[in-house]
């Protein structure tokens, strides 16, 4: 075991530590307010490699592990959940899951420009009746020959508005249950394919979430991922990879709220001085830094499972069950500290509480994450 991170890690952190502070912060509040996407940061984000960090480089990405994405992650989202969950999206449910299930001229066409952030991409599973039970699909995807004809409506998708790629996951065969389901690419722009309304958000205000409507969308036969009644497999193991994402986003979360209340503690004054010599405070830092240490290490082995090839469908549950719920509890306290300053939208915290809270619902929800562990402990 060796808990010290390579040269290269290192470096990844500074450069996402530098990014976010640099580019991120500059108009976050009002980002936030606004509900504006982050256009130019994303395009940045891009340039510099961080939407295809995992993708090998022949289909532009930076090729590099997961571990050092999970870093990138947790850097990001210390400033902008908003941006880091566009990263998340695009790195470990679009990119990740062309690159191991797509084939080569699905890898060329649509992998490489996603890799390189010219375009980004979104990931299209939850439905008005088909959040937590994935099974349900009610968006159809009809065999006709050449092409399927897609009908459906989709929720809370992630870069709704602003992709340009969107993997989505349909039922072509419902006696087949699940394996009658499918994984098409659809393109924007497609004929019969619409863009609802952008949701007004508790949190994350500033990421682009939309619900989707297929009119009879036809989609080349070309563009489904894998054989035929793949689509929930791929659903399934892509989500596994997603939640180590998600993962890292609570627990970046978690750290940025912390590091502004540890900050403000040794600043603000009360009774005569700072409020961290005051033990009411200073337990509250110490509990906060004990759980988000422990959320670190769980996202940490999580991404080390999945580098090193191993099934990380428990440990990545683990981690997102547990970082979700450290960054709601320390946001919470990280209010708290900074008393009524906290409540105010210039101090940052609260936007933190308000962006904590998805992680413990977005690809899966914390209740789904006890399926998984429960189900995986009792097979031991």
Request: with cysteine; proline share 2%; charged share 25%.
């Amino acid at each position: 075991m060796d808990f010290s991170l390579s040269e290269e890690h290192l470096m990844i952190r500074q450069a996402a530590r530098d990014f976010a502070q640099n580019e991120l912060l500059p108009g976050v509040i009002e980002r936030d307010e606004a509900q504006k996407f982050p256009t130019e940061q994303i395009k940045k984000l891009g340039e510099l490699g961080f939407l295809g960090m995992m993708t090998d480089p022949k289909y532009n990405g930076s090729g590099m592990d997961t571990l050092s994405y999970v870093i990138a992650m947790e850097e990001l989202s210390k400033i902008d959940a908003s941006a880091s969950v566009v990263v998340s999206v695009n790195n470990s449910l679009v990119c990740w899951g062309l690159e191991a299930f797509g084939n080569e001229e699905q890898k060329q066409k649509y992998l490489a420009p996603l890799a390189s952030g010219e375009v980004i991409g979104a990931f299209c599973l939850s439905e008005p009746e088909a959040g937590s039970d994935a099974t349900s699909q009610k968006t159809t995807a009809i065999d006709k020959g050449d092409h399927y004809v897609l009908n459906g409506t989709k929720n809370w998708i992630t870069n709704g508005g602003t992709a340009s790629t969107y993997i989505v996951i349909a039922q072509t065969d419902r006696e087949k249950g699940h394996k009658g389901i499918n994984a098409l690419i659809v393109e924007k722009g497609m004929p019969g394919f619409e863009i609802g309304p952008k949701e007004n958000k508790l949190g994350i205000r500033g990421s682009d979430t939309h619900s989707l409507n297929f009119n009879d969308v036809k989609v080349p036969k070309e563009n489904r991922i894998g054989e035929d009644g793949f689509g929930f497999k791929f659903a399934m193991k892509t989500l596994a990879g997603g939640r180590i994402g998600i993962a890292a986003q609570a627990l970046g979360i978690a750290a940025g709220a912390y590091e502004m209340a540890l900050k403000y503690s040794k600043e603000r004054k009360a009774f005569g001085t700072e409020i961290s010599n005051h033990q009411a405070i200073a337990f509250k830092l110490a509990d906060m830094h004990v759980q988000i240490e422990a959320a670190r290490n769980l996202v940490y082995k999580s991404a080390w499972e999945k580098d090193q090839g191993m099934n990380y469908d428990l440990s990545g549950a683990i981690a997102k069950l547990y970082a979700s719920q450290v960054a709601m509890d320390t946001t919470i306290e990280a209010v708290q500290i900074h008393g009524g300053n906290g409540f105010v939208k210039d101090y940052h915290v609260e936007r933190l509480m308000r962006d904590a809270k998805i992680t413990q619902i977005y690809e899966g929800t914390s209740e789904i994450q006890k399926i998984v562990i429960s189900r995986s402990i009792l097979k031991e």
